[in-house]
């Protein structure tokens, strides 16, 4: 199910809906029935997060579940559509392993991952889930594995080192 909306920052926000179980609180008098749901919403270009919502109906568990995702949004760095480099995520007993493809490769991934991934806008990658593939597990693993990710004048910040660009005019003042 996917469903666009629009944000406060006139961004297009896409949701997605992983997962909708029914659950049960058990009370004196029986059991009473509810909806829980896992929604993943993003803009397609690097921002992305999740929700869990919870509501008597599905399409309100839905709603509360994109209005939490909303509030949990988080800024993917990524180079030309791909990750700059592999990275691991965790959670649970879920590990998600995601590495960079050639351009033109698509989104090799299954299930909750892809989900992420599409909606980060990342366009050329090859994952891999080890473990649990619970889908809660699951989205909050690649979502861990993404925060991860420095583009490379951070990550030469971080370090303390000078980030060194070659070009082809410096290459040939060098050769002389």
Known sequence: MEVK???????????????????????????RFSFSSLVVVGDGESRVGFGVGKAGEVPDAIRKGSEQAKKNLVDIPHVEGTLP?????????????????KKGKGIIAGGAVRMVVELAGIKDIVCKIHGSKNGHNVVRATLDGLQQLMVAENRAKE?????AIETTEKKEAIAG
């Open 85 to 101: 480099y592999e990275v691991y995520g965790r959670h649970g007993s879920s590990s998600v392993m995601m590495s960079p493809a």
């Open 5 to 31: 909306k629009k944000d406060e920052s006139k961004n297009v926000l896409q949701d997605k809906v992983v997962s909708i179980s029914r659950v049960a609180k058990v009370v004196k008098g029986g059991r």
């Open 159 to 163: 370090r303390g080192v000078e980030l």
